[in-house]
């Protein structure tokens, strides 16, 4: 049985990041997205402006820095290697109390369809607005243009809607 890790969140978090569930690799080295194969890293440094690093404590102080929550959808499940595929009987975070309890997450970007329809099949529909991207992962090559593209322009709008909507309340949104 293999098990995510906690998420990764403060108060000022307003963009939540949702994966499926952390690889061999990752749950190795106890980091988010640890296998350098996957763009995630390469993927958030580049659209915030910053050099990669390859220290974790400043990859985690990037996301709080930036108000960017990450966490994954899946607790634990049982899986053989690190496809998304093999994950079997799965349990799920509990996001809805994530969300309750960091009520300033107004968006939420989903790292591949999997994590996507997990969401989906343990809560419906997400209630903030909501993208589902190509996921960062090794298993989505070939496309990474348009995955540095897609995740530039969802990271980046998400950030401005909300952080321009925290910041001014009598300009929200609304996202019926």
Same mark, same amino acid.
């Given at each position: 049985?293999?098990?995510?890790?906690?998420?990764?969140?403060?108060?000022?978090?307003?963009?939540?990041?949702?994966?499926?569930?952390?690889?061999?690799?990752?749950?190795?080295?106890?980091?988010?997205?640890?296998?350098?194969?996957?763009?995630?890293?390469?993927?958030?440094?580049?659209?915030?402006?910053?050099?990669?690093?390859?220290?974790?404590?400043?990859? !985690? +102080? #990037?996301?709080?820095?930036?108000?960017? =929550?990450?966490? &994954?959808?899946? $607790?634990?499940?049982?899986?053989?290697?690190?496809?998304?595929?093999?994950?079997?009987?799965?349990?799920?975070?509990?996001?809805?109390?994530?969300?309750?309890?960091?009520?300033?997450?107004?968006?939420?970007?989903?790292?591949?369809?999997?994590?996507?329809?997990?969401?989906?099949?343990?809560?419906?529909?997400?209630?903030?607005?909501?993208? !589902? +991207? #190509?996921?960062?992962?090794?298993?989505? =090559?070939?496309? &990474?243009?348009? $995955?540095?593209?897609?995740?530039?322009?969802?990271?980046?709008?998400?950030?401005?809607?909300?952080?321009?909507?925290?910041?001014?309340?009598?300009?929200?949104?609304?996202?019926?």
């Amino acid at each position: 049985m293999e098990h995510s890790f906690e998420p990764i969140i403060d108060d000022r978090s307003r963009l939540l990041i949702l994966g499926s569930l952390p690889g061999v690799r990752s749950l190795m080295e106890n980091e988010y997205y640890a296998n350098r194969q996957n763009n995630f890293w390469k993927i958030i440094f580049s659209v915030l402006g910053r050099p990669l690093c390859t220290d974790y404590l400043s990859k !985690v +102080l #990037l996301l709080h820095d930036h108000h960017i =929550a990450l966490w &994954d959808v899946i $607790k634990s499940a049982n899986r053989s290697g690190s496809s998304d595929s093999n994950i079997k009987a799965a349990i799920a975070n509990d996001i809805p109390k994530l969300l309750q309890d960091h009520p300033g997450i107004s968006f939420i970007i989903f790292n591949g369809q999997f994590a996507f329809k997990s969401y989906r099949n343990f809560f419906g529909k997400p209630q903030p607005p909501f993208e !589902v +991207l #190509l996921s960062t992962s090794p298993a989505c =090559a070939g496309r &990474d243009a348009e $995955k540095f593209e897609m995740w530039e322009r969802a990271v980046k709008g998400a950030l401005e809607d909300t952080l321009k909507s925290f910041t001014a309340p009598s300009e929200k949104r609304s996202f019926g």
